[in-house]
């Protein structure tokens, strides 16, 4: 399936359905009377976010979606009937903006989460309405109310509870598939992950949605290789595996590249808890890991963990530092090890 995480779409409730004129014509009845009923209401335009959903792709095929508008009314003080809704079935996740693509017009963070979005017009009042003392035979009556309509954009942010960051070939799709059921591209060549992907994975009693972005290289806030444009997808991640690949020439520099996009796009993404992890060691010795772990944590001023996805050295240490850094209050304990002293980290 094609991914697809923008798409601009026109919407219209509908139109309501005109009041009736009518009078009663019954045998035996001397006095007849007007008795034309209200029309119906036009029908909402309705937002609704389901789950298996991950893409916007249907949105680029269909674009235009109209309520229908309300039945008109008829005699013997009949309300015609009211439009159908119309809704419109969004991945969880999507954001509805208004057209400057800034204004934040709907939000939807949960399944089953449900938004009337635009009203459809109330239905026009039936000549028995205007009946009056003075007024006992009216034919005037209301047309019915027109519907809204705008033009939306459906942006897409994916919700994790990890983001996977770092430049490209730092090893995240290979992080990502060796820890989850994701089936990520893997190459030796950068940008091999072309849209984001989720994973779900399953440790020590917990489970969690990984998401791994495309690789960011220097200038991506200006355009440059894939862009920025898919860090939306780790706005609402609480946490973030920072990756960097250890045969980097300056692991330091790598770490300092990265972030300066983070920050350079905002959003408060520097702002979030994070886990630096010197990815690729199962080619390097013991004294080199330690030497560019040490290089690494001055960059970073936080701890690094060595680590080989290829590998699944260290995999298990990244994965119990995310379970505590996602719940600090309540941090996961392996009862198999209950009482015994921690066993200290080694590539051999």
Same mark, same amino acid.
């Given at each position: 399936?094609?991914?697809?995480?923008q798409?601009?779409i026109?919407?219209?409730?509908?139109?309501g /359905?005109?009041?009736?004129v009518?009078?009663r014509? &019954?045998k035996?009845i &001397?006095? /007849? +009377?007007?008795?034309?009923?209200d029309? *119906?209401?036009?029908?909402?335009?309705v937002? %609704?976010a389901?789950?298996? #959903?991950?893409?916007?792709?249907?949105?680029?095929?269909t674009?235009?979606?109209?309520?229908p508008r309300?039945k008109?009314?008829?005699g013997? =003080?009949?309300? /015609?009937? *009211?439009?159908?809704?119309?809704v419109?079935?969004?991945?969880?996740?999507?954001?509805?903006?208004?057209e400057?693509?800034?204004t934040v #017009?709907?939000d939807?963070?949960?399944? +089953?989460?449900?938004?009337?979005f #635009?009203?459809?017009?109330?239905?026009?009042?039936?000549?028995a309405?205007y009946?009056?003392?003075? =007024?006992?035979?009216?034919?005037?009556?209301?047309?019915?109310?027109?519907?809204? %309509?705008?033009?939306?954009?459906?942006?897409?942010?994916?919700?994790?509870?990890?983001g996977?960051?770092?430049?490209?070939?730092?090893?995240k799709? $290979?992080f990502i598939?060796a820890?989850?059921?994701?089936?990520?591209?893997?190459?030796?060549?950068?940008?091999?992950?072309?849209?984001?992907?989720?994973?779900?994975v399953? @440790?020590?009693?917990r489970?969690?949605?990984i998401?791994?972005?495309?690789?960011?290289? &220097?200038?991506?806030?200006? *355009?440059?290789?894939?862009?920025?444009?898919f860090l939306?997808?780790?706005e609402?991640?609480?946490v #973030?595996? @920072?990756l960097?690949?250890? =045969?980097?020439a300056d692991?330091a520099?790598?770490?300092?590249i990265?972030?300066? %996009?983070l %920050?350079?796009?905002?959003a408060?993404?520097?702002?979030k808890?994070?886990?630096?992890?010197?990815?690729k060691i199962? $080619?390097?010795?013991d004294?080199?890991?330690?030497a560019?772990?040490?290089?690494l944590?001055?960059?970073?001023?936080?701890?690094?963990i060595p680590?080989?996805?290829?590998s699944?050295?260290?995999v298990?240490?990244?994965?119990?530092q995310?379970?505590?850094?996602?719940d600090?209050?309540?941090?996961?304990?392996?009862d198999?090890?209950e009482?015994?002293?921690?066993i200290?980290?080694?590539p051999?």
């Open positions: 399936m094609h991914f697809l995480d798409a601009k026109f919407v219209r409730s509908g139109t /359905g005109p009041g009736a009518g009078f014509r &019954e035996f &001397e006095y /007849g +009377g007007p008795d034309g009923g029309g *119906g209401k036009g029908g909402d335009i937002f %609704e389901v789950p298996g #959903l991950n893409t916007l792709i249907d949105f680029r095929y674009q235009h979606f109209r309520a309300g008109g009314g008829s013997s =003080n009949k309300t /015609g009937g *009211g439009g159908d809704d119309l419109i079935q969004v991945p969880v996740g999507t954001q509805v903006l208004a400057d693509k800034e #017009l709907l939807f963070t949960r399944a +089953g989460q449900r938004e009337v #635009l009203r459809g017009g109330d239905g026009g009042r039936g000549n309405s009946k009056t003392s003075t =007024n006992r035979a009216p034919r005037q009556h209301g047309t019915g109310w027109p519907g809204d %309509e705008a033009w939306v954009w459906l942006r897409l942010k994916l919700l994790a509870d990890v996977l960051v770092g430049l490209p070939n730092a090893g799709s $290979t598939n820890v989850t059921n994701a089936q990520a591209k893997v190459g030796a060549y950068a940008f091999t992950t072309t849209r984001p992907q989720l994973g779900v399953s @440790h020590k009693m489970e969690f949605v998401a791994d972005i495309p690789g960011l290289i &220097e200038g991506a806030a200006e *355009g440059a290789g894939i862009g920025d444009r939306g997808h780790i609402r991640c609480r #973030l595996l @920072h960097v690949d250890a =045969n980097d692991v520099e790598s770490y300092r990265v972030r300066a %996009e %920050e350079n796009y905002g408060g993404l520097t702002d808890r994070v886990i630096v992890v010197l990815n199962d $080619t390097l010795d004294e080199l890991i330690a560019l772990s040490a290089e944590e001055e960059a970073s001023g936080a701890p690094v680590m080989s996805g290829a699944g050295v260290g298990d240490w990244v994965l119990d995310l379970i505590e850094l996602m600090p209050e309540n941090p996961q304990v392996d198999s090890d009482g015994e002293d921690p200290e980290w080694s051999i």
